[in-house]
């Protein structure tokens, strides 16, 4: 059983960062291979996409975050990140780490990111 597991969620003042971990339970050949990404949900909206990044490092941010966070990976560590600069009230949210090889899709459990002074 796959598991993803999140860290470095928290509270931080509006402007300020935060860098989320997400690290995989599998071989590094396989995680290679999956599309890995970070979505979000806030309280009373639906989850949405933040950033993606594939197998051979293509990237996809969504347009509310794009100049302020920064995905990467390493495979050698099967871990995936999210660094989150300019933080705003409005990224406060759930965020998840996702893994997808379809038809295989993983999801971490979340970690808390509050942005608020």
């Known amino acids: 059983q796959v598991q993803l597991v999140e860290s470095g969620g928290g509270l931080v003042q509006p402007g300020g960062s935060l860098r989320l971990s997400c690290t995989a339970s599998?071989?590094?050949?396989?995680?290679?291979?999956?599309?890995m990404g970070w979505y979000r949900q806030a309280p009373g909206k639906q989850r949405e996409l933040v950033a993606t990044?594939?197998?051979?490092?293509?990237?996809r941010y969504a347009a509310s975050v794009k100049g302020r966070f920064t995905i990467s990976r390493d495979n050698a560590k099967n871990s995936v990140y999210l660094q989150m600069d300019n933080l705003e009230p409005e990224d406060t949210a759930v965020y998840y780490c996702h893994a997808n090889f379809p038809p295989t899709v993983h999801w971490g459990q979340g970690t808390q990111v509050t942005v608020s002074s």
């Open positions: 599998m071989s590094g050949s396989i995680f290679s291979v999956y599309l």
């Open positions: 990044i594939g197998s051979h490092g293509q990237l």
